[in-house]
T-cell receptor, first 115, second 110 residues
Framework: DAGVIQSPRHEVTEMGQEVTLRCKPISGHDYLFWYRQTMMRGLELLIYFNNNVPIDDSGMPEDRFSAKMPNASFSTLKIQPSEPRDSAVYFC?????????????FGDGTRLSIL | QKEVEQNSGPLSVPEGAIASLNCTYSDRGSQSFFWYRQYSGKSPELIMFIYSNGDKEDGRFTAQLNKASQYVSLLIRDSQPSDSATYLCAVGGSQGNLIFGKGTKLSVKP
């Protein structure tokens, strides 16, 4: 089975530009999670969806960040406008069944650099 | 604020030794516990999960859970240089998400 697929793998852009990160979860997984990882703060949950509906977006840093899940096989995380402090590795993960009880499976991540 | 605490390390052990990684958590309602391994520049990879008090063994890995003490650990027997990585402890609770610790960096010396 294919794992969680993220694109792009690397993104370098200038401050102020819009950034869109994409994720395809594992087929049949009901939950999708977006994380950000930095050396200082570790792995932080940004938002998660259940059956395409956002459940908890309390980790989204500010209004510059938005996430959507238009169908069961696709989700986007957008940053507009981007800032240098948004530079991090962004992971998407998915899990079957009850979130918080089932293991999450991670994609390879997007390494984002904002200049 | 629900928290998961890990010693950041680095934890250095010789090849063939037992590596012991520890994790404490603050939410008494937590029901599920996971260990992930993350190699430098890679994504977290699930290696073990445990739901009940006691030990769970899988090959060279043993997860230990003590809910009364809010403590979970991972033992790696016969440590190999390929086990050198950061190990993330994650705890699941009533709110439906996992809380991750910041990880312990393990170095296994040949």
């Amino acid at each position: 089975d294919a794992g969680v697929i993220q694109s792009p793998r690397h993104e370098v852009t200038e401050m102020g530009q819009e950034v869109t990160l994409r994720c395809k979860p594992i087929s049949g997984h009901d939950y999708l999670f977006w994380y950000r990882q930095t050396m200082m703060r570790g792995l932080e949950l940004l938002i998660y969806f259940n059956n395409n509906v956002p459940i908890d977006d309390s980790g989204m840093p500010e209004d510059r960040f938005s996430a959507k899940m238009p169908n069961a096989s696709f989700s986007t995380l957008k940053i507009q406008p981007s800032e240098p402090r948004d530079s991090a590795v962004y992971f998407c993960a998915s899990s079957p069944g009850q979130a918080g009880y089932q293991p999450q499976h991670f994609g390879d991540g997007t390494r984002l650099s904002i200049l | 604020q629900k928290e998961v605490e890990q010693n950041s390390g680095p934890l250095s052990v010789p090849e063939g030794a037992i590596a012991s990684l520890n994790c404490t958590y603050s939410d008494r309602g937590s029901q599920s516990f996971f260990w992930y391994r993350q190699y430098s520049g890679k994504s977290p990879e699930l290696i073990m999960f445990i739901y009940s008090n006691g030990d769970k063994e899988d090959g060279r890995f043993t997860a230990q859970l003590n809910k009364a003490s809010q403590y979970v650990s991972l033992l790696i027997r016969d440590s190999q240089p390929s086990d050198s990585a950061t190990y993330l402890c994650a705890v699941g609770g009533s709110q439906g998400n996992l809380i991750f610790g910041k990880g312990t960096k393990l170095s296994v010396k040949p």
